[in-house]
């Protein structure tokens, strides 16, 4: 069955320091999609990356990156230089698109950034 | 703004009671999911349809039911509230299925008294 572990419930760092959310996922299928998200206080979800399951290049967005490795199951994504803004919770998913399409979200990580 | 609207932002109602909750997906997305977030469930998928049908199925109730019209606007309908019901609903699109991102609306923040 898909699953998405994301450990970390709460983190807190100081303005300008990096920060890695982790997420490691459980599924069967050889071809998969990995997602993340922001949800800021205001409330609403907002799209961050989307990496299929063929394509382990890491992706660097800004400040934003993320790290794929298939063989731990892992798609970690870091912040670098983290700014107050970056204070939200964020959530990692999974689609099994090839099975039945749904997203499976972990319980997503509140980040702090502290002035 | 994702293109995706929901309504209404805000509802609160008795126990028992019976709600509808609306979405419309972004122009040119066939596939709408359904969420719930609760503080202590997290994000979880209740129900998903594609071009008006039912694709996939979550942990949603027997007292929740949803559907997609041909105008592809869905609604989810909640019925013999309880205390327990009141959350965050959220509604997200996608032009194809799972492999695609969805991109979600505002929410529909229930709360049941």
């Known amino acids: 069955a898909q699953k998405v572990t994301q450990a970390q419930t709460e983190i807190s760092v100081v303005e300008k320091e990096d920060v890695t959310l982790d997420c490691v996922y459980e599924?069967?299928?050889?071809?998969?999609?990995l997602f993340w998200y922001k949800q800021p206080p205001s409330g609403e979800l907002v799209f961050l990356i989307r990496?299929?399951?063929?394509?382990?290049q890491n992706e660097i967005s800004g400040r934003y990156s993320w790290n794929f490795q298939k063989s731990t199951s892992s798609f970690n994504f870091t912040i670098t230089a983290s700014q107050v803004v970056d204070s939200a919770v964020y959530f990692c998913?999974?689609?099994?698109?090839?099975?039945?399409?749904?997203?499976?979200f972990g319980k997503g990580t509140r980040l702090h950034i502290l002035p | 703004d994702s293109g995706v609207t929901q309504t209404p932002k805000h509802l609160i109602t008795a126990t028992g009671q019976r709600v509808t909750l609306r979405c419309s997906p972004r122009?040119?997305?066939?596939?709408v999911y359904w969420y719930q977030q609760s503080l202590d469930q997290g994000l979880q998928f209740l129900i998903q349809?594609?071009?008006?049908?039912?694709?996939a199925k979550g942990n949603i109730l027997e007292r929740f039911s949803a559907q997609q019209f041909p105008d592809l606007h869905s609604e989810l309908n909640l019925s013999s509230l309880e205390l327990g019901d009141s959350a965050l609903y959220f509604c997200?699109?996608?032009?194809?299925?799972?492999?695609?991102?969805?991109?979600f609306g505002q929410g529909t923040r229930l709360t049941v008294v």
């Open positions: 997200a699109s996608s032009v194809d299925g799972g492999s695609a991102e969805a991109f």
């Open positions: 599924t069967r299928d050889t071809t998969y999609y």
């Open positions: 990496r299929n399951s063929f394509d382990e």
């Open positions: 998913a999974l689609s099994e698109a090839w099975r039945d399409d749904k997203i499976i």
């Open positions: 122009s040119g997305d066939l596939s």
């Open positions: 349809y594609y071009n008006g049908e039912e694709r």
